[in-house]
């Protein structure tokens, strides 16, 4: 499953360069007995399975070999994954990602191996893979030298609690349709000014949850204050 995404683009250069390891285990490598076995029926009755603790304590012990590295379990019942959260895993060096599958996992994996729970939204997938490749892409771009300038991690939306201004490339005039005049102006600072007056007003109209942890300076709350007098 994974080697779609890290073999194409910016994520494949980034492992060519150096800039990043990924490495995928099979849990299987380390399930119980001749048939590798997993996982196993829930005590207590219920519909599906469980992923079995033996098999995911011995793989992660098997890769990690420093206790203040981040084992972090991928299910619907984690905390909700956003930039922050990106720029937060982007800090450690290492980190290992436990794909759920099934119906979950022995609860003493999630009590005592497990330091944090991601959930990429709220609803549910298949297994935590899809999970694991949006957070590992997500992290991946955050680090140094992986995207062509650094300018656009900075300017990208979410990474200042706002959505991104819109952009415009060539023709100027398209079917009619004219790129904002200031835009072609030269005047770095009304640019500036403009793209930063867009990019708060696009998060008041799409995202407005967003703007009250957003950083905006006092004259930008005042501004948005006055909107709604
Ligand atoms: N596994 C299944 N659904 C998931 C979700 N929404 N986030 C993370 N892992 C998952």
Not at 188 to 216: C, G, M, Y
Request: proline share 5%; glycine share 8%.
């Amino acid at each position: 499953m994974f080697s779609g995404p890290f073999d194409e683009s910016i994520i494949k250069r980034a492992i060519d360069n150096g800039l990043v390891e990924i490495a995928i285990h099979n849990l299987r490598d380390h399930g119980l007995g001749k048939h590798r076995v997993v996982d196993d029926y829930p005590h207590g009755g219920g519909a599906g399975m469980v992923l079995m603790a033996e098999p995911l304590f011995a793989a992660v012990e098997a890769i990690k070999n420093d206790s203040e590295i981040p084992v972090i379990l991928l299910t619907p019942q984690g905390r909700l994954f956003n930039q922050q959260v990106a720029e937060e895993l982007a800090s450690h060096s290492r980190f290992v990602l436990i794909c759920g599958h099934y119906e979950g996992v022995d609860e003493r994996v999630r009590e005592h191996l497990v330091t944090d729970e991601i959930s990429i939204g709220d609803y549910v997938l298949t297994g935590g893979e899809l999970a694991a490749m949006v957070v590992i892409d997500t992290v991946v771009r955050q680090l140094p030298g992986v995207l062509g300038s650094d300018e656009s991690v900075k300017e990208d939306s979410h990474s200042n609690g706002l959505l991104e201004y819109p952009q415009y490339t060539r023709p100027q005039d398209f079917r009619g349709w004219e790129v904002p005049p200031v835009l072609l102006s030269g005047h770095h600072a009304e640019i500036a000014k403009w793209r930063r007056e867009q990019a708060i007003l696009r998060t008041l109209k799409r995202r407005p949850d967003l703007l009250e942890k957003a950083e905006l300076t006092n004259k930008e709350r005042q501004m948005l204050e006055k909107m709604f007098e």
